[in-house]
């Protein structure tokens, strides 16, 4: 139930449980009410009759003189010489008023004198108001009900739309001063208010690290490509072999800042053509062995092959990333399997962190100690790469143990098989 729900049955019930301590008050007044009128009533008669006994000495006004069904409690309040009023229960109740009568010189009475009328339960007065308090207290609930979910409907339409503003920004679009700041000053406005304030500094620092990283990627690229290229004219040496291999690891640092740069602009488009996907993925693996010294890697094909709509170049860069992770952090041997649209690429090391795995990969986080350090920069490329290419790309532990990365191309890039390969 969400909490317009909540906020309406809230209401309802306390409205309710207010209607029905109203109801049963007025019943218990109206009730009393109507006794003491009924006892009162008997009195006037009562005084009425004794008048006329004690002039003519005949019975009026339906007295009766010691009557044989008046209540004991009041029969024996006559003989201590007092008069009063009771009411009776049982299958006939009646309202009595009795006085003593017969004595003299205040001594006490030798007889009652004694008056009553019936006393239904079932009063019709006291059953119409009962009927007219159920009446206004049910339309008094369903009342309250609408409008409470009215109100509700307002307060969690206001809390609907900052909950999506704020999961637009999440998902990387700008903040919406619109949608998340409000000239209310009720404690659901002073909340989009906070939330714009703090979605807009995210935004902020945010784009202030991208520009930087951008700026610093930029900044390097230049200082680093003549590096590489003076170390490429130095002699042989043992020590020339370690500066070339210093320059080229600081060239791929600062291409990978460069592609981090361009991914978190969103400025990355995927170029995709038809592609068989067994023969694309056997050709990057022949590529990365010979490139990046990727050895003892397996293809192996599960079901028939499949023709691809893909970007060639970016699942290369996905496929190329996670090999080289799980060369360098890993143990062989290296399995690649490809099964439909999905490429599954296992090691045998110790596996993935746990945090890794729950979060995706995180730019300059080294993996865990039993994996090797490192920047962290290879698997962030490769989900940004997978996100551009609109493919899923998930890590988690293979079931007899190591590191396992499946990426799932898109389904609508599905189709069957044909004579054509990918070079």
């Known amino acids: ?13 306390m409205t309710a449980l207010a209607v029905v301590v109203l109801g ?35 019975l009026a006004l339906g007295a009766q003189l010691d009557a044989e069904a008046l209540p004991s409690p009041l029969r024996e309040a006559v ?15 009646r309202v009595w008023a009795a006085t003593g009568v017969g004595g003299g010189d205040g001594s006490r009475p030798t007889r009652s004198l004694s008056v009553s009328a019936a006393y239904p339960d079932d009063d019709p007065a006291q059953l119409a108001l009962d009927r007219a308090l ?26 609907r739309l900052s909950a999506a503003a ?47 990283t951008a700026d610093v990627a930029h900044e390097l690229r230049t200082p680093v490509a003549g590096l590489v290229a003076a170390a490429e004219l130095l002699p042989q040496p043992r020590a020339v072999e370690l500066v070339r291999d210093r320059a080229q690891a600081m060239r791929r640092l600062v291409e990978d800042l460069l592609e981090v740069s361009r991914l978190d602009a969103g ?29 003892e890697v397996s293809v192996t094909v599960e079901g028939e092959p499949r023709i691809v709509e893909t970007d060639r170049r970016r699942v290369e860069r996905v496929l190329v990333n996670l090999l080289a992770n799980a060369a360098k952090h890993g143990k062989p041997p290296i ?31 080294t993996a865990a100690p039993e994996r090797g350090t490192g920047h962290g920069l ?34 609508r890039a599905v189709a069957p098989a044909s004579e054509e390969a990918c070079p």
């Not at 619109?178 to 009720?186: E, I, T, V």
């Open 378 to 411: 290879g698997l962030t490329i490769a989900a940004g790469q997978a996100e551009v290419l609109g493919a899923r790309l998930d890590f988690g532990a293979a079931a007899d143990g190591g590191a396992e990365a499946v990426m799932e191309l898109p389904d």
């Open 166 to 212: 704020a999961r637009r920004i999440a998902a990387g679009a700008a903040p919406d001063a619109d949608a998340l700041a409000s000239n209310g000053r009720d404690e659901v406005a002073e909340l989009g208010r906070s939330v714009h304030h703090m979605a807009t500094s995210l935004a902020a620092r945010v784009e202030a690290e991208r520009e930087f």
């Open 24 to 58: 049963f008050a007025v019943h218990h007044i109206a009730d009393a009410e109507r006794e003491r009128s009924a006892r009162a009533y008997q009195d006037d008669r009562l005084s009425s009759a004794l008048q006329i006994y004690e002039r003519d000495r005949t």
């Open 267 to 295: 400025v990355e488009r995927a170029d995709v053509d038809a592609c068989e996907l067994p023969s694309l993925v056997r050709g990057i693996v022949k590529r990365a062995a010979r490139q990046r010294g990727v050895d």
């Open 335 to 365: 399995e690649v399997v490809v099964a439909g649209a999905r490429i599954v690429v296992r090691d045998h090391g110790p596996g993935y962190p746990a945090e890794l795995c729950a979060e995706g990969p995180r730019r300059f986080r």
């Open 1 to 13: 139930m969400g909490i317009r729900g909540r906020i309406a049955l809230a209401i309802s019930c």
């Open 134 to 159: 159920l009446i206004a207290g049910c339309g008094t609930v369903t009342l309250m009900a609408g409008v409470s979910w009215f109100v509700a409907q307002r307060l969690s339409r206001r809390l």
């Open 79 to 93: 003989f201590r010489n007092q008069s009063g009023t009771y009411v009776s229960g049982g299958e006939d109740p």
